[in-house]
């Protein structure tokens, strides 16, 4: 494994953290006015700065998402950590807005550098 791949995969599980500690932070959060639109406000900007990369911001959405996705299956004695209330609602659809972002900013990593089909510039 080249140098490059093992930092991208490290990159990815520290994103993977970092979102779902995001996604911990927004849940705990979200049942007051300001902790929800704190919430928002971070957790978009942190998803739409970050580079339009798997590693990146891709890992970052995928760990937010699981987080939540988890937390949603409840506990045994019935309770949920996000209730249904509007708070609630516009905190999971956040996690929508968040996979539309992670997939609208996913860059194509272009030709292989030997290929010259697809070279933009004329040979000289």
């Known amino acids: ?15 993977l953290v970092a979102g779902a500690a995001t996604a911990l932070a927004g849940m705990l959060l979200q049942g007051r006015w300001w902790g929800l639109a704190l919430t928002v406000v971070v957790t978009l900007a942190a998803t739409w700065l970050l580079p339009g990369r798997w590693w990146a911001r891709l890992a970052f959405v995928v760990g937010w998402v699981v987080l939540v996705m988890v937390a949603l299956q409840g506990r045994p004695e019935g309770d949920f950590l996000v209730a249904s209330t509007v708070q609630g609602y516009l905190f999971l659809g956040t996690g929508a807005v968040l996979a539309f972002l992670a997939a609208l900013g996913l860059r194509h990593a272009g030709p292989a550098r030997g290929d010259e089909s697809e070279r933009l510039d004329p040979p000289s």
């Open 1 to 15: 494994m080249s140098r490059g791949a093992a930092l991208r995969g490290a990159a990815a599980l520290g994103m």
